[in-house]
């Protein structure tokens, strides 16, 4: 399968840890999320900032935007931003966020 370069790619990593204390039938598990933005913005194309701004701006939890505490935290690495949620938080979602961004930015 062939990726353009203009799409970041989305890296889903799951570390289970041993099941919390909260046991309510579900394990906690850290997800984490790497949007690889390198390809993009060295082609001058994509601010790194900005996506990570409108991300910390559009995501909701439970139904709500910036509400994301302690559970949802979001950090920039160069190129890369990280994301990582305590919660239940889907690949997909991101993936949606990240497309109405390059929307936004007429690059979709």
């Known amino acids: 399968h062939h990726e353009t370069a203009t799409m970041?790619?989305?890296?889903?990593?799951?570390s289970?840890?041993?099941?919390?204390k909260r046991g309510k039938g579900k394990k906690k598990s850290a997800l984490k999320y790497t949007?690889?933005?390198t390809h993009p913005v060295e082609d001058g194309i994509m601010d790194?900032?900005?996506?990570?701004?409108f991300l910390q701006e559009r995501i909701k939890v439970n139904g709500k935007t910036s509400n994301m505490g302690t559970n949802v935290v979001l950090e920039r690495n160069k190129n890369k931003v990280n994301l990582t949620s305590d919660i239940a938080f889907s690949k997909r979602y991101?993936?949606?966020?990240t497309k109405k961004y390059l929307k936004k930015n007429n690059l979709r």
């Open 8 to 14: 970041p790619q989305v890296q889903k990593k799951v």
């Open 16 to 20: 289970k840890s041993s099941a919390g």
């Open 35 to 37: 949007i690889d933005c």
């Open 48 to 53: 790194v900032v900005s996506f990570e701004k």
């Open 94 to 97: 991101l993936k949606y966020l």
